[in-house]
Each structure stands twice: as structure tokens, then as C-alpha cells.
């Protein structure tokens, strides 16, 4: 099996990623509060998600790790989020929450676990 590069399944995953919630904001009409945005939070907002987090981090593992160490960090930023919400800002821990953790957590497990020789 060809490996691919890490930028190109990078690529994939975060275009997957950003057009799932996209359709999810479509659905549920969460881009109505976009409207209310001003210049500075639209400016504050950019800055946050492309500049100062995503782009420099994406830079910065691509040189040192694989594909599958990628996509493996980025499924722990939404655990984290997840988290911190619920310890920041009272976000209640449903069992579909808990469910989705483990199965994340399993998902990087068995991604990290080397197959063992029969």
C-alpha cells in the first residue's frame, strides 16, 4: 500500500471535517448568528482559527511525524474542547458524549497499535 504524503491526508481530513460542519451549521441554521458579527470578530475569529493555531501547528507536525500521527493529534482537539467546555463553561457530559470519547479513543489505539506477526 502506497503511503501518502501528510499534507495531501491532512487536506483530506480537514476539507471532510470542515464540509460535515458546514452542512451541520446549514441544517440546524447556526450561521444565522453570523450576521450579527463585527469587523473585529470576524477579523479575531480568522486570525484564531488559520493563523494562530491550525496553520503554525499543521506547519510545524507535518516535518516531524506521519499521516496516521496526524490525524491522530487532530482527533484529540475536539476531546480537548470537549473537555475544557464542560470544566469552563458547564457543558453538560451526556452518554452519547462519553460513547463518542471512547470511540475516539479507541480509534487512536487501535491507529497507533503496531500489528503484530502472526
Given at each position: 500500500?502506497?503511503?501518502?504524503?501528510?499534507?495531501?491526508?491532512?487536506?483530506?481530513?480537514?476539507?471532510?471535517?470542515?464540509?460535515?460542519?458546514?452542512?451541520?451549521?446549514?441544517?440546524?441554521?447556526?450561521?444565522?448568528?453570523?450576521?450579527?458579527?463585527?469587523?473585529?470578530?470576524?477579523?479575531?475569529?480568522?486570525?484564531?482559527?488559520?493563523?494562530?493555531?491550525?496553520?503554525?501547528?499543521?506547519?510545524?507536525?507535518?516535518?516531524?511525524?506521519?499521516?496516521?500521527?496526524?490525524?491522530?493529534?487532530?482527533?484529540?482537539?475536539?476531546?480537548?474542547?470537549?473537555?475544557?467546555?464542560?470544566l469552563l463553561i458547564g457543558?453538560?457530559?451526556?452518554?452519547?458524549?462519553?460513547?463518542g470519547l471512547l470511540a475516539?479513543?479507541?480509534?487512536?489505539?487501535?491507529?497507533?497499535?503496531?500489528?503484530?506477526?502472526?
Amino acid at each position: 500500500m502506497q503511503r501518502s504524503s501528510a499534507l495531501g491526508f491532512l487536506t483530506v481530513g480537514m476539507g471532510a471535517g470542515a464540509v460535515v460542519l458546514v452542512l451541520a451549521g446549514l441544517v440546524k441554521g447556526s450561521f444565522a448568528a453570523l450576521d450579527n458579527f463585527t469587523t473585529a470578530q470576524w477579523i479575531a475569529g480568522i486570525y484564531l482559527g488559520a493563523g494562530g493555531g491550525a496553520f503554525a501547528f499543521i506547519l510545524w507536525v507535518m516535518a516531524r511525524a506521519t499521516p496516521t500521527r496526524v490525524a491522530n493529534t487532530m482527533t484529540v482537539n475536539p476531546i480537548a474542547a470537549t473537555l475544557l467546555a464542560a470544566l469552563l463553561i458547564g457543558e453538560p457530559i451526556t452518554a452519547n458524549l462519553l460513547v463518542g470519547l471512547l470511540a475516539v479513543f479507541a480509534g487512536i489505539w487501535i491507529a497507533t497499535s503496531e500489528a503484530k506477526p502472526a
